[in-house]
């Protein structure tokens, strides 16, 4: 019989990708989501990619405890991956209060009905925990540091939420924190994708939409940062390849697999790359000039941080296959395809 996940947030960006994964893993895949900031286009891309026209989806919203509880009432969920947040780092900074009833309240609603139900739990964390290290590659013992915005200061919050669920179920919940690095990309088949509302706040769509004309011209913040070129390091992890990480997570968890019951992974390459450095591979594998400026630096924004991401190497079974050549031609693919190219 085939075990069930819970997808919150699963009409998203990430979610939408790792509901295809998951399925064509063998799961069955609930998909919840208040299409609060996204619309049905990645949804009706993971029914053509996989096939299947049976998905459940289920428009609610995790702050809304009742619709929580009806959620695990009508489906039997062996495992929940919360996306279900907000998760633009600047619009945190201008709008507090915002970010923290949203994405703290839907993940306790989460955990409070996963606690009676004994559901394992997976939780959608990110490197901005870690704020800017001391010391890179970061791993899991990595110290994080006090949150440089709302945004990621929910992250941290829900990280304790998670764990101390788990030490007071004494295990019956199981949970595991994947940090993200930097997600890029799109799903090979151009059908889902990074959908921004409005002015992208992320790297990589503003780039595609420069590249597209919908943009005018990209804004490179800071190039008098203490890196080889000037410009920020991140680790820009394959979306395709983020979403294969939480199959093995999910794995591990029901399959019984995991050693602690509340464990942290960091889901990254290892590899640093740069502003610069992305822009250039971005031109070269799609065969185009971007038309960029420098600018000045974006608070908020750490010089570098990448993942050593042995432990998900080693623990997971997981591993980043993807160049970011192969990424970045993905993302352009989305971009042409969304202009009806
Ligand atoms: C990457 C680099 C910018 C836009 C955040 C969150 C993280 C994750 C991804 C949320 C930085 C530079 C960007 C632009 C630029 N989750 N940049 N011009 O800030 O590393 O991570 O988003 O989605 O949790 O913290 O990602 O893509 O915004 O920026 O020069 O127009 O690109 O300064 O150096 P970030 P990003």
Not at 38 to 50: N, R, S, W
Not at 110 to 123: I, P, R, S, T
Not at 232 to 239: A, G, K, N, P, W
Not at 306 to 333: C, F, I, M, Q
Request: glycine content about 8%; charged content about 25%; overall charge negative.
């Amino acid at each position: 019989m085939s075990k069930t996940v819970l997808v919150s947030g699963g009409a998203g960006f990430i979610g939408s990708h790792v509901t295809v994964e998951l399925i064509q893993a063998g799961y069955e895949v609930v998909v919840a989501d208040n299409f609060s900031n996204c619309d049905t286009t990645c949804f009706e891309g993971v029914k053509k990619i996989t096939g299947r026209e049976d998905i459940p989806l289920v428009r609610m919203d995790f702050c809304d405890e009742a619709a929580v509880r009806k959620l695990f009432a009508d489906y039997a969920i062996d495992a929940v991956i919360h996306f279900a947040a907000y998760k633009a780092v600047g619009e945190s900074v201008a709008e507090p209060v915002k970010y923290y009833k949203n994405n703290l309240q839907s993940f306790l609603n989460v955990l409070d009905v996963a606690q009676e139900k004994g559901c394992n739990v997976l939780f959608s964390s990110s490197a901005t925990v870690y704020g800017e290290p001391d010391t890179v590659p970061v791993t899991e013992q990595s110290p994080r540091k006090p949150a440089t915005s709302p945004y990621g200061n929910t992250k941290q919050m829900c990280e304790d939420f998670l764990r101390d669920t788990v030490l007071a179920t004494k295990g019956l919940v199981k949970g595991i924190a994947l940090r993200y690095f930097n997600p890029i990309g799109a799903h090979p088949s151009a059908l889902i994708g990074e959908l921004p509302r409005g002015v992208p706040n992320n790297l990589v769509p503003f780039i595609t939409q420069t590249a597209i004309g919908k943009r005018e011209c990209l804004s490179i913040f800071g190039n008098d940062y203490p890196t080889p070129d000037g410009t920020c390091q991140r680790d820009y992890i394959d979306i395709v390849d983020l979403a294969r990480a939480h199959v093995f997570a999910v794995r591990r968890m029901l399959d019984g697999k995991m050693e602690q019951d509340y464990e942290i992974f960091n889901v990254g390459t290892g590899r640093p790359v740069s502003v610069l450095e992305l822009v250039n591979a971005f031109e070269k594998v799609n065969g185009l000039k971007l038309n960029y400026k420098f600018a000045p630096r974006r608070a908020g924004d750490v010089s570098a941080i990448w993942a050593d991401p042995t432990l998900a190497n080693e623990k997971l079974g997981w591993r980043a296959e993807r160049s970011v050549e192969e990424t970045l031609k993905s993302a352009w693919d989305w971009e042409k395809h969304l202009a009806g190219k």
